[in-house]
């Protein structure tokens, strides 16, 4: 049972009703039919660095094996491309300001802690187990999972373990080979494995910084810009987004400034992707070696997205699709399917998916929807917009925004700039955002301002026990 801080001891029932749990939540018992689960999340991979998401130069064999035999979600899409606030909405299947964790300081509100997914199935009888980066405050919840290998902050690619250099992602590898391997085969499991790749070490001058072996990769390969490359792309831009004090612009500057820059940067950034692949491998051997593959479902993805160099951008934070789109594979044994999903998935289904598929009840108050029914079936899916926020600040210059995209039109709003700044896309015929339409289409425009204003007021009346109905 896990501990309550507040008390010293298992969590109370009054406790558990007072955040929300249901009481059929309460009688979950272990059930060795109930499926493994294994969520790998990784941190700044934007969604087309996969071979199974059309790239044709990254080698990522494992991971495409996987979604061989599993559902690729082709528009998957992380509702604040930020890894505290993203990694607090997929913990708790809520958005930004509803978590409210809009920054690195900030812990879990005490009725939320009980309600992530990871203590819902803990209680339901899953071990559980964490390594890697946390995301989420400062003091770590170690207390909440069975296996704790988690810690703070961004952590570093280059480490010493038992005497001898080791990156980062062979120490999570061997974290989680270990809880595999001392798993009970009576209880099902949920692990949540959280790399520090392909995330940069900011301090260091070489920023990415992949595992020695795999260095020979793409060397003798030319990375093209991705659309929309550089400064140039920028000129359309209001000037608080193209200034040289912008976080984007700074980070832009250090790592994609010079084409030799930019070859050096986004091949060693390849490589941490192919190092996750093959982390993914050996996990995959690991379970197929002790017999749990058959039943253990597998999720793949990531925090946020990820600029490589477009509009003189680079990291996240910002409404465009390379900032808030993401991988997304989940392969499910029981079901080989080698599907593809092009509806509009969020970082905020990850919760209830996980949920279901362990046969535990969601808190009503979750604002994410499981994925299992477009698993199962082609039709009936609900989603035709989301709502983005961005809110952190703290030290950087990073404008703050909302917005919200639907299937044809994305409408971001910029909460700082006076007189507040819009743009509006279409998505259909302007894939790379390069043309705003909000002066040109002011219908459109009133339109989808009215959208984000509903978005807003809804979000403001949630509550955390009541049943959550979007306004979409």
Not at 103 to 113: G, I, L, Q, Y
Not at 249 to 266: D, G, H, I, N
Request: aromatic fraction near 10%; glycine fraction near 8%.
């Amino acid at each position: 049972m896990p501990t309550n801080e507040k008390t010293g001891g298992g969590w109370r029932r009054r406790d558990l009703l007072k955040a929300g749990l249901a009481p059929a939540i309460l009688r979950g018992a272990a059930d060795p039919k109930r499926p493994n689960i294994l969520l790998i999340l990784a941190d700044d991979q934007r969604w087309d660095t996969l071979g199974c998401m059309g790239n044709p130069i990254i080698q990522t064999p494992h991971i495409d094996r996987l979604a061989r035999g599993g559902v690729v979600f082709d528009n998957n899409f992380v509702t604040t491309a930020i890894c505290c606030s993203s990694r607090a909405s997929i913990f708790t299947g809520l958005h930004e300001r509803s978590n409210g964790i809009a920054d690195f300081a900030t812990h879990f509100h005490e009725a939320d802690r009980p309600n992530t997914y990871y203590n819902l199935l803990r209680r339901a009888g899953y071990r559980t187990g964490f390594a890697g980066k946390f995301g989420v405050g400062t003091a770590m919840p170690a207390s909440d999972f069975d296996y704790w290998r988690g810690f703070g902050g961004q952590g570093k690619s280059e480490n010493v373990r038992n005497g001898k250099p080791i990156h980062m992602t062979q120490i999570l590898t061997e974290d989680t080979l270990e809880f595999l391997d001392t798993n009970r085969t009576d209880q099902p499991f949920c692990f949540s494995l959280s790399p520090k790749a392909a995330h940069a070490d900011d301090p260091e001058p070489r920023q990415f910084i992949p595992e020695p072996d795999l260095m020979a990769l793409y060397e003798n390969v030319r990375i093209p810009h991705p659309p929309g490359f550089g400064i140039d792309a920028a000129s359309t831009l209001p000037p608080f987004l193209r200034a040289a004090d912008t976080e984007m612009r700074l980070r832009f500057m250090k790592r994609f400034a010079t084409e030799e820059s930019f070859q050096t940067m986004v091949k060693n950034y390849y490589r941490l992707v192919s190092g996750l692949d093959r982390m993914t491998g050996r996990l995959v051997q690991r379970l197929e070696e002790r017999g749990l593959a058959d039943n253990t479902v597998i999720l793949y993805t990531s925090d946020n997205g990820f600029f490589l160099g477009e509009r003189g951008m680079a990291d996240k934070w910002m409404m465009y699709e390379p900032s808030i789109r993401t991988p997304l594979v989940i392969h499910d044994p029981r079901r080989k399917q080698g599907a593809r999903r092009r509806e509009m998935t969020l970082n905020i289904d990850l919760a209830p998916t996980m949920l279901e598929l362990a046969g535990v009840e969601a808190p009503p108050h979750l604002q994410g929807r499981s994925l299992l029914p477009l698993m199962r079936s082609a039709g009936g899916w609900p989603r035709r917009e989301f709502f983005y926020e961005h809110h952190f600040t703290k030290g950087v210059v990073i404008p703050r925004c909302e917005g919200v995209r639907t299937e044809d039109w994305k409408y971001t709003r910029y909460l700082d700039a006076q007189p507040v700044h819009e743009e509006l896309y279409h998505l259909a015929r302007d894939p790379n955002e390069a043309s705003n339409m909000a002066q040109a289409d002011e219908a459109r425009a009133g339109q989808m301002r009215t959208r984000w204003q509903r978005w807003t007021e809804a979000l403001a009346g949630w509550k955390r026990g009541a049943r959550w109905q979007d306004p979409s």
